[in-house]
């Protein structure tokens, strides 16, 4: 029997789930929030149902179904608040102590409602002999800890499975400009998930900007929570849009929209009367206490704002997206080799290039929820020891082959354009976590004329802070690049997190802890359901 | 072009050395195979230490240069512009603390030879040490406070040294790969081959760090410097609760040990940033930098020996690097008597960052025939401590060669350095 953990139980980790199920694979499921859906099927609370949530999702019922399986099953182990806060590769950690000489080491409560005493939980005697054999292999082990985010004393586990499935998406990127560090500026994200998960609109009187068919759906979800949408500004032109959609746009609507139908958001535009800009942007927030107004102007097709076009907005809140980001620290903690695009590299199977280790959904290509759930569905039945010439795979390789370019052509025609930084200002914050601006980190890599990011991120502090560069990294190594003649050069990448979460340093210390008898039995993907998913 | 030095690394060692030599009149070039300041002066904390030394010619290394840090860091001020960023030098002085009855007598014994070696070390009450740090565990058995004891940020001060070694006209060439050796009729070595062309100098200075031992196979000779992985976790930002650099005395036996097993010691301090940094481990496993949560543990274990209250702060990023180890724990400073024009830099282990200026001025003086301001001797490739690991034709050359005179190597070194 093998055993699957899956990090992330958005689309591609709960169809990832129910692959590598139908394969009879023992599966943990992980996922950092209080419930299942991801980012894309984010809802609200259990104890406030609402009868109109499939209103504001895509896929809805088919959400429902996934969960309702899954949670039904007792072969599926589901972990929420589970935050995956490192991987390490097998052989790093072989006998330097006992808290890694076995392929798992867990708090004893591991065990969960099957007992803590592995003495006395029949269901682990399995579990013992499966994983020592996998001690041997070079699966990574998958360190969690488990409960509420800044609780204290959060259970720590870790499994060594025989197969991963990495599926833990990816986050929304905002291009900084001035005034963005400003109350009542949200990227898009946020405020999606504001509407999603407590129906709460963050303003009154909103613009949505920056670039990507991601602010149709956010626009939406915002009309539907109250909020006046003023407009939609796509700083793309419309030709290269229509280009970069290229021949059967109808293909990417569900990509592109990240599930929801085109045509649900075109009536929702028309009825809410939002007007769609394009070649157009957000250049500047101004406001004391919080945003009062926006600096709007016409971007060439560099994105480089141009003089005499600038318009003033009055707003409460303004959302600003300009695509993704795919949360690599999971994957290149465990080795896992990147395309030149920087997603993880992968094969038809989903394999990368680490043996025992599938990436799906974001991690991949930016392709949307269709393409997530196929990823998902081939990475689960993979990691469970299937092939891609099972019968039940015939459908989901064709549709792989179809979506496969989508994120390519959303890429072409939306993708960031370099002269952005154009509308900065030498004062315009760029790492929030550090307080660093724009002049002072042009300033620091003129003087040291570093061409490391290393060195670079130490001595202007830029992507230091609490969230290690997850907001800004991307923007600075570009805006650091242009500082270097010839670009950076040391090949480091601020999507390298070996510690993917802040940890608590009791919670670290525990783990150096003489071994509980619990704690020192192995234990891996334990079929006991000690926790179970709010839906 | 024909430099009189070129040197091979551009971490703090290499920048040091390159500062001095061009203040000494010499045309120098700095090559480096990835960024400046990317390797081992990257992933420290910054440390100038003496409390950590035990009485012999690293103390004495240490206790020069930390005598220079001072002027230095204000030339450096001077030099650079105003924009550049601070090196954050702090002479914050260290507390190192017994956490054990076994280990309070053998601290206070180190702090007496080290005092005798004129190092100012005060052994203090437990109520004092919680003077100097109120959060500290007051369950300590015994407490030494060193004064003397500094920080940099090693990154920002490599950076610095560097850039001050442009102004005096040192030329510095990245990414680039030194693949062997370019040898006169006569056998010395006379420059470089590299991944993007030949370098001539009239001396070759090796001051790779961990890896000066791949530099010096590329150029033919074998060097015993080996990689020791230390791993260093750093909190979230808090108010200042951590006023010294302050450990647990198990470090110093750590830093004095051969064992190629894990070992952590704990080392906690601040930095100006208002992070925590806590160290520290040492474990000799080639230049693996996979991350081990072991390794981690064990390090935010000890920590809580010395501060409770970090128990309840997160750790929000790891890093690790590598230290330039030497088997008979002595930096390698000198000229390499197996082929003449091959110098070395390297090999200080964790104390890079401290020794550095020491290192530049003695290095130099021997090159242009100066008096050096210490006894180069102890740091010699030549020393007897160091035979044992080379291979025996190495040993046997190296014996030869260290009956010849410091004399005639500085006076070798004068006539070129003269020409220059």
């Not at chain 1, 259970?155 to 599926?167: C, G, K, Q, W």
Request: charged residues 15%; aromatic residues 4%; contains cysteine.
């Amino acid at each position: 029997m093998t055993d699957v953990v899956i990090i992330g139980a958005g689309p591609a980790g709960l169809a990832a789930a129910t692959s590598a199920r139908a394969l009879g694979a023992h599966v943990v499921l992980l996922d950092s929030a209080d419930q299942l859906g991801g980012q894309y099927w984010r809802h609200l609370p259990t104890q406030r149902p609402s009868k109109h949530e499939a209103g504001l999702h895509h896929g809805w019922a088919k959400f429902q179904k996934l969960c309702a399986d899954l949670v039904a099953d007792p072969d599926c182990r589901i972990l929420t608040q589970a935050q995956v806060w490192a991987i390490t590769a097998a052989e790093s950690s072989a006998g330097t102590g006992p808290a890694s000489t076995g392929s798992a080491t867990t708090g004893s409560a591991c065990t969960g409602s099957a007992g803590t005493d592995p003495a006395t939980t029949g269901a682990s005697a399995r579990n013992s002999a499966g994983s020592a054999a996998s001690t041997t292999s070079a699966v990574p082990t998958v360190h969690v800890l488990v409960g509420e985010p800044d609780g204290v004393g959060r259970e720590r586990l870790s499994f060594s499975p025989d197969a991963i499935v990495l599926a833990n998406g990816a986050h929304d990127r905002a291009l900084p400009f001035p005034g963005w560090d400003l109350p009542g500026v949200f990227t898009a994200g946020a405020a999606q998930a504001l509407a999603k998960s407590e129906r709460i609109a963050v303003g009154d009187r909103v613009l949505v900007a920056g670039a990507g068919p991601f602010l149709l759906p956010v626009a939406a979800s915002l009309a539907q929570v109250g909020a006046t949408v003023l407009g939609v500004l796509e700083a793309n032109h419309m030709q290269r849009i229509i280009s970069g959609w290229g021949k059967k746009p109808w293909q990417l609507i569900g990509a592109a929209s990240k599930g929801a139908e085109l045509a649900g958001y075109a009536r929702n535009h028309i009825a809410n009367r939002i007007p769609y800009l394009t070649g157009r942007g957000v250049v500047a927030a101004h406001g004391t206490e919080r945003v009062t107004h926006v600096t709007t102007a016409k971007l060439d097709t560099g994105w480089a704002p141009i003089a005499g076009t600038e318009k003033t907005v009055a707003v409460d809140a303004v959302c600003i997206g300009h695509g993704f980001t795919p949360r690599l620290e999971l994957a290149i903690a465990a080795g896992c080799a990147l395309t030149a695009e920087r997603f993880v590299r992968v094969d038809a199977h989903q394999r990368t290039t680490v043996p025992g280790v599938y990436a799906a959904g974001e991690l991949t290509a930016i392709g949307g929820v269709d393409a997530a759930l196929v990823e998902g569905t081939i990475a689960g039945h993979a990691a469970a020891g299937g092939h891609l010439s099972d019968p039940a795979m015939k459908s989901q390789v064709a549709k792989r082959i179809t979506f496969s370019g989508f994120a390519r052509r959303i890429e072409k025609a939306h993708g960031i354009r370099a002269m952005w930084p154009g509308w900065l200002t030498d004062d315009t914050i760029i790492c929030r976590c550090e307080e660093v601006n724009y002049g002072a980190m042009c300033q620091t890599a003129q003087a040291t004329e570093s061409t490391g990011l290393r060195s670079l991120k130490l001595s202007t502090r830029a992507g230091l802070g609490l969230c290690q560069g997850r907001v800004c990294g991307r923007t600075v190594e570009e805006l650091l690049a242009c500082q270097t003649p010839g670009g950076l050069s040391d090949g480091v990448m601020t999507d390298r997190r070996p510690i993917a979460a802040p940890v608590r340093i009791a919670d670290l210390a525990a783990a150096a802890l003489p071994a509980s008898p619990g704690r020192n039995s192995p234990q891996t993907a334990s079929p006991s359901k000690p926790s179970r998913p709010t839906t | 072009m024909i430099d009189d030095v070129l040197v091979i690394g551009a971490g703090i060692v290499g920048a040091a050395c390159a500062r001095t030599f061009a203040a000494a009149g010499l045309q120098v070039t700095v090559v480096e195979r990835g960024a400046a300041a990317g390797g081992t002066s990257a992933a420290g904390e910054g440390n100038l230490l003496l409390s950590d030394k035990q009485p012999g010619a690293e103390l004495v290394l240490a206790q020069y240069s930390a005598t220079l840090w001072p002027d230095t860091v204000a030339d450096l001020t001077a030099e650079l512009p105003g924009t550049f960023p601070s090196v954050e030098f702090e002479q914050k002085g260290g507390l190192v603390v017994a956490t054990t009855e076994p280990g309070a007598q053998p601290l206070l014994d180190f702090a007496a030879r080290q005092s005798d070696s004129g190092v100012d070390a005060r052994p203090i009450s437990t109520a004092e040490a919680l003077v100097l740090e109120p959060d500290l565990n007051p369950a300590i058995t015994a407490a030494v406070h060193y004064p003397e004891d500094s920080q940099v940020q090693p990154t920002i001060a490599a950076e610095a040294l560097l850039a001050s070694a442009r102004v005096r006209g040192v030329r510095v060439i990245t990414n680039t790969r030194v693949t062997g050796p370019i040898l006169s009729a006569s056998g010395d070595l006379v420059g470089v081959q590299t991944s993007k062309g030949d370098l001539h100098a009239g001396h070759v200075v090796i001051a790779a760090g961990p890896w000066s031992g791949e530099v010096a196979a590329a150029l033919g000779v074998n060097l015993p410097v080996k990689p020791r992985r230390g791993m260093v976790l750093v909190t979230t930002r808090m108010p200042h609760r951590v006023f010294h650099k302050v450990y647990d005395a198990d470090y110093v036996g750590a830093t004095l040990s051969s064992d190629a097993a894990l070992q952590t010691s704990s080392v906690v301090e601040s930095t100006a940033s208002g992070t925590v940094l806590i160290g520290s481990s040492r474990q000799q496993v080639g230049f693996d930098n996979r991350f081990d949560v072991h390794v981690l543990a064990e390090i935010a274990a000890k920590a809580l020996r010395l501060f409770p209250f970090l128990a309840g702060m997160s750790v929000m990023r790891a890093y690790g690097g590598f230290r330039p180890f030497m088997p008979d724990h002595m930096p390698l400073i000198g000229a390499d008597p197996r082929l003449p024009g091959l110098w070395h830099a390297t090999g200080h282990e964790g104390a890079g960052i401290g020794l550095a200026l020491g290192t530049a001025d003695i290095i130099t003086a021997l090159m242009t025939g100066d008096q050096p301001p210490i006894d180069p001797t102890p740091y010699s490739p030549a020393r007897d401590s160091l035979a044992p690991f080379l291979d025996s034709d190495d040993a046997a050359r190296l014996s030869d060669a260290s009956a010849a005179t410091a004399d005639d190597t500085a006076d070798q070194a004068a006539v070129s350095g003269g020409a220059a």
